[in-house]
């Protein structure tokens, strides 16, 4: 490959996602001495389908969605990643995930590339059947570019084991047999993999373990905030309290909630169960956004959305670790106020990968036919968590950079790798 002339002027903003996840490739590639046509290819998506979605409502009329599914690269073999039903998806929100899911795949060295889905809505303001509807309907209307071998989707933010059944569901009345390797995270009882549902969860528990021993800081009792009680904060809530930690502060769209001697768990998820959201949980008191992120503790989780970390607030952070469960919650000037500070940022890619992790494990097990039991995927699970962690650090002191920097070093030379090695065609 020759080299290429990158204009790089509009990736230096930040209040666009698809902007920062550029800039943040540009970075390393600065940092690894990237081959300049390699940087250029991997820019830009492989793919990008928007599809407009029309839907029944239960009035009888119909109502037009937006949706897209976007590959950003299958260098190192189908692309992967989860499709996100909210009402602020953009195109390039969808994008920067997809992006962003090569780099986790490749960091955590599995065979996949990155791809990512989202489709405008408000699912909280859908019946079930609308949402049913929506979920076969986009499916068609994708099907042209998933499949086992092509592109296998999987939750994300808001969306559902039940959602992906009906995504399996809708392939395979297509195909005229199941597929079940289509989509991942499905319920157990049609190919679904034991441990899917805490995946995500449990491979940020083993990040933190790694790097809080590698700060020397004990678990016992350590002080966390989640920012997000959805599928990913609340089960990492769940299992870091079982681990040990004193979860003091807990938030989800509605509001916060906070307790200086620790949230009984168990019962704030039974509350959020009974409720819909973690506000009013008895014994504890109101918390804002601004004041969580900031409040004391030694590991803060982003676990929701996009942008919470700003240059504005990463001051005010007091955590020593922050986890992203989230994608891209922290912003890059906020990355390197945290940097300055001597505050670890384990990055989404790293933090979250285990969903996709369990994932892959789904998508082999749905190949061959053949399933595992939980402790089998716990235990690979962990190996491949604490393996990608000391790459990550390894990296990261090789260029004196934080995580975010180390992992990219890391994932964008693998798929740098085979990418050249694969060559242009034709
Ligand atoms: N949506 C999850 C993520 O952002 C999981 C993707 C997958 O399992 O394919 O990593």
Known sequence: MTTATIDRSAAQSTDNVWQMAQRQLDEVAALIDLNPSVHEYLRYPKRVLEVSVPVRMDDGEFKVFTGYRVQHNMSRGPSKGGIRFHPDVTLDEVKALAMWMTWKCALVNIPFGGAKGGVICNPKAMSMQELE???RRFTTEISIIIGPEKDIPAPDVYTTPQIMAWIMDTFSMQHGYSIPGVVTGKPISIGGSQGRDKATARGCLYVIDEAMNSLGIPIQGARVAIQGFGNAGLHAGELMAQRGYTIVAASDSRGGVYRERGLNVAELIAHKEATGSVVGFEGSEPISNR?????????LVPAALEKVITEENARDV???IVAEAANGPTLPEADDILFERGIMVL????????????SYFEWVQDLQNNFWEEDEINKRLKQIMTRAFAETADQARRYNVDMRRGAYAVAVSRVAEATAKRGLYP
Request: glycine fraction near 8%; aromatic fraction near 0%; proline fraction near 4%.
């Open 133 to 135: 509807n929506l979920t």
């Open 291 to 299: 004041d969580l992120l900031a409040c004391r503790c030694e590991v």
């Open 318 to 320: 007091k955590a020593k």
């Open 347 to 358: 990055p989404d890619i790293l933090a979250n990968a285990g969903g996709v992790t369990v």
